[in-house]
């Protein structure tokens, strides 16, 4: 296959979405919306440990039973305020393997609190984690990926994105639908997972976003839409 240079017009792309699912008005209202910066910024500290969390926890899970179990994990960690659960000691970790409703997987419960310390950390930096997030540019998103990946843990893969989407920040995330388009549109030979196909996806939602006006979240979307 041979990889384009420019990116191609996303019109075909979203009228194959449209012709696929409903029409034009329909897509519409199924399409994501990213929150406002001074939103994301608002939002405390705990809720984004929280989330992050409980996207850890979803990971090869169904959704369904996690989220059941999510008002205990609330309970046990403190409403994931970050200063009292980044002090939990490794013998409340060990109480939490004996807690039946609770999801017992050492390796995410250890995660908690050293997401907390580092959510801690950033929000130290930046003024607050929520700060951190909306000033950083959507136009270097798989940026702010490894960033996480980085300073989190269990953040790599689709992880981050997918904490990213439910916060509300503005990022696509590659589903194997939306890595199946980006491949028909000559972007990348395979779902990316190297830096440099990275970089070519991030270049071609940036010019995408030019010519639509669309956040990332909703070109993600039609992308995934637009293929068998």
């Not at 002090?87 to 250890?110: T, V, Y």
């Not at 801690?120 to 990946?149: K, M, N, Q, R, T």
Request: proline share 5%; with cysteine.
């Amino acid at each position: 296959m041979t990889l384009l240079h420019v990116t191609p017009s996303f019109k075909p792309i979203l009228a194959r979405a449209c012709a696929r699912h409903g029409g034009a008005a329909a897509i519409e209202k199924s399409l994501p919306k990213p929150k406002t910066a001074r939103a994301l910024a608002n939002l405390d500290e705990d809720r984004y440990l929280s989330l992050m969390s409980l996207r850890i926890f979803r990971a090869g899970l169904k959704h369904s039973l996690v989220d059941a179990k999510w008002p205990e994990f609330e309970k046990v960690f403190f409403g994931f305020a970050p200063n009292r659960v980044r002090a939990m000691p490794d013998e409340a970790l060990e109480r939490c393997m004996k807690n039946e409703r609770l999801i017992r997987h050492w390796a995410k419960l250890k995660s908690i609190p050293a997401n907390a310390k580092a959510i801690a950390a950033i929000a130290s930096e930046h003024g607050s984690f929520g700060a951190y997030l909306a000033s950083w540019p959507a136009a270097d998103i798989v940026g702010l990926w490894a960033d996480l990946a980085k300073r989190c843990q269990q953040m790599g893969g689709n992880s981050g994105p997918y904490f990213l989407r439910m916060a509300g920040k503005d990022t696509f995330i590659v589903t194997e639908d939306v890595a199946a388009a980006l491949i028909a549109a000559r972007i990348v030979e395979k779902k990316p997972t190297s830096k440099a196909d990275l970089r070519r996806v991030q270049a071609a939602f940036n010019d995408w976003a030019a010519q639509t006006g669309r956040p990332l979240c909703q070109i993600s979307r039609l992308l995934a839409l637009s293929v068998e």
